[in-house]
């Protein structure tokens, strides 16, 4: 329901996020490219990458929590073709930025992803999970939310790179800290 959500009200915020990537030499080659993220493309070695590398923290990241790069919804309502690979792309490293943003997976964790998403891409999805999402919160959370993570979202979500800009695929030997540091993004102060 919320896949099919953001397929049908984005198509605006898409174009945007493609000229977006069209004006980067990495994002254009991104769109080129159009890399897949999925079990069977992740490199065999992200289990002996070194602790603190972004791919050994992105692979924690997936066994604590017991997600898979597989999980992704496929594209079912968008007919431009280079538009729907921008939404894979967008679905597929929603998990990279958990890594990169130091966040778990619970509703208060993945509202602050929303909120930086927003920031980030002006999907329409993301900032009706941003203001609609916190009611599921207990008030303390949602302190919690529009007192820590909802102003530190944003600063990061307006400071950082572009983050559909990033071949993420390049970057999983690399120190965690290195890629955020070159991206311009730091973990959730909580």
Not at 104 to 112: K, N, P, S, Y
Not at 125 to 130: G, Y
Request: proline content about 6%; glycine content about 6%; some cysteine.
């Amino acid at each position: 329901m919320v896949a099919a959500l953001g397929e049908s009200t984005g198509s605006f915020m898409l174009s945007r996020m493609r000229d977006r990537m069209l004006l980067d030499s990495t994002g254009r080659k991104i769109l080129q490219l159009q890399p897949i993220i999925n079990t069977s493309t992740l490199p065999d070695n992200l289990s002996t990458l070194p602790p603190g590398t972004f791919g050994h923290e992105y692979l924690a990241f997936c066994t604590t929590h017991n997600v898979s790069a597989d999980t992704r919804t496929p594209i079912k309502y968008i007919s431009d073709p280079e538009l729907a690979y921008v939404m894979t792309r967008y679905r597929q490293v929603h998990d990279f930025w958990h890594t990169l943003l130091g966040l778990g997976i619970t509703v208060q964790d993945e509202l602050a992803i929303k909120w930086f998403e927003m920031v980030q891409t002006g999907l329409p999805v993301a900032a009706l999970s941003s203001f609609v999402g916190p009611a599921r919160l207990s008030k303390a959370e949602r302190d919690i939310l529009f007192d820590v993570y909802v102003p530190w979202a944003v600063q990061t979500g307006a400071r950082a790179k572009f983050l559909m800009n990033i071949m993420y695929e390049e970057e999983f030997e690399r120190p965690l800290e290195d890629v955020r540091k070159d991206i311009g993004v730091w973990p959730a102060p909580i």
